[in-house]
């Protein structure tokens, strides 16, 4: 059977390069940290959106206004480990990064001309609090929206954390799915391995089947699977011989994702071996009820293995 690198290469128009995964300087955002600033953060414009840079000795980030949407993130000595799109829609979500999917995950189940995965990702969120240590820097965004305030609490150091906190002020219950969809950057999505997921139950939304689990998660020719698990996974790079550890046990769900073969509306064929989304989420039979007064939490963090 043909590998998922050459099924992605036998689709690339004639003249455009076969994929060639990079480091630090492939990475679409590298320029804008290149201007001699001192600035441990400083807001720019980039493709329309208005980025906070974030450097400090253990890191460099980058957030989008629109969203919170951290979108780079690398630790010092380190390749970056957040994937990003090169090329960004005039309007609409951003792919890569780390999305927020909220107040629902995929489609509305009611509202067929709702956006995908929520409001969250295409509102622009106020920064409330900023603060630079000698461990890291931490943030703290939030979005208001009706009865709902939702809150972004990052830490970025030698390791990245972000904690989704949705409070619920209606007097009504309602119902909450979220995630927090991290676009993983690799070398070569055809040399990863995903472990920790042995023996999981789950749904497969390409197949709309039941799936178990059996041994270490590859992607053969596209990939999208929600677990009823969530804990300390790792994704190992053969590639670039780097192993992640990531813990998606703040919420109900691991989320597995890669389009395969299948383009991207919005990627270019030389990209679509560069990332693999593994994600913190609850939701489909795992979302959550909240009472008035009641709050939801959802957590993603990442460290080296």
């Known amino acids: 059977m043909p590998s998922l690198r050459s099924r992605l290469q036998s689709g690339l128009p004639q003249g455009e390069p076969a994929a060639q995964p990079g480091g630090t300087a492939g990475h679409p955002l590298a320029e804008l940290f290149l201007q001699a600033d001192s600035s441990a953060l400083r807001w720019v414009h980039h493709q329309g959106r208005e980025l906070l840079l974030i450097e400090h000795p253990l890191c460099r980030a980058a ?17 970056p480990w957040l994937w990003c799109a090169s090329r960004w829609q005039p309007h609409g979500p951003v792919r890569g990064g780390v999305p927020i999917c909220w107040p629902w995950f995929g489609r509305h189940p009611t509202e067929s001309g709702w956006p995908s995965h929520g409001w969250a990702r295409l509102s622009d969120w106020q920064l409330l609090s900023s603060e630079v240590q000698a461990q890291g820097v931490s943030l703290r965004w939030q979005l208001e929206l009706c009865d709902w305030q939702v809150t972004l609490e990052a830490e970025l150091g030698e390791a990245m954390s972000l904690r989704l906190v949705t409070r619920h002020a209606d007097s009504e219950p309602c119902q909450l799915s979220h995630a927090l969809h991290a676009y993983w950057r690799v070398g070569d999505v055809a040399r990863v391995a995903l472990l920790g997921l042995e023996g999981a139950w789950g749904h497969d939304l390409l197949s709309r089947s039941d799936c178990l689990q059996q041994g270490e998660l590859r992607i053969e020719d596209g990939c999208h699977r929600i677990f009823r698990r969530a804990g300390l996974l790792q994704l190992q790079d053969l590639e670039w011989q780097r192993r992640l550890l990531l813990d998606t046990g703040g919420g109900a769900n691991s989320v597995v994702w890669h389009p395969g ?4 509306t919005d990627v270019g064929w030389n990209e679509a071996l560069g ?6 989420a609850s939701c489909g039979l795992d979302s959550l009820s909240l009472q008035a007064g009641e709050e939801g939490a959802l957590r993603l963090y990442a460290r080296r293995g």
């Open 63 to 79: 957030f989008s206004r629109q969203g919170a949407q951290l979108l780079h993130f690398q630790p010092s000595g380190d390749q």
């Open 261 to 264: 073969s299948r383009p991207l």
């Open 275 to 280: 990332f693999l989304c593994v994600e913190a």
